[in-house]
Nanobody
Framework: QVQLVESGGGLVQAGGSLRLSCAAS????????MGWFRQAPGKEREFVAA????????YYSDSVKGRFTISRDNAKNTVYLQMNSLKPEDTAVYYC????????????????WGQGTQVTVSS
């Protein structure tokens, strides 16, 4: 199995940047597809970005494409979400997830999830 722990969230002004990290433990991390979701108060969890186990393909929601970048370092068992040009509407708890199926990662059906990290973007 895989255990995931997010970090790097915080308070930032609009237009600023943050880099979120998701540290994983488990013997088969390199074979898992990884993704990021976010959930704002009163709203359902929504897809943000995903990355294949090989790092060859990335997927982004329209709301973050061009501003966010997902990447991974399998040697460090870590996936990252670089967030630039942040907007107040990006405020949410961000969760990373992992699954051997990319379809489940993108659909939010992954078995493995982190505890989340809060990102707050002020005006």
């Amino acid at each position: 199995q895989v255990q995931l722990v997010e970090s790097g969230g915080g308070l930032v002004q609009a237009g600023g940047s943050l880099r979120l990290s998701c540290a994983a433990s488990g013997r088969t991390f390199s074979m898992y597809n990884m993704g990021w979701f976010r959930q704002a108060p009163g709203k359902e969890r929504e897809f943000v970005a995903a990355l294949t186990w090989s790092g060859s393909s990335t997927y982004y929601s329209d709301s973050v494409k061009g501003r966010f970048t997902i990447s991974r370092d399998n040697a460090k068992n870590t996936v990252y979400l670089q967030m630039n040009s942040l907007k107040p509407e990006d405020t949410a708890v961000y969760y990373c997830n992992a699954d051997t199926s990319m379809s489940r990662v993108r659909a939010g059906g992954s078995v493995y999830w982190g505890q989340g990290t809060q990102v707050t973007v002020s005006s």
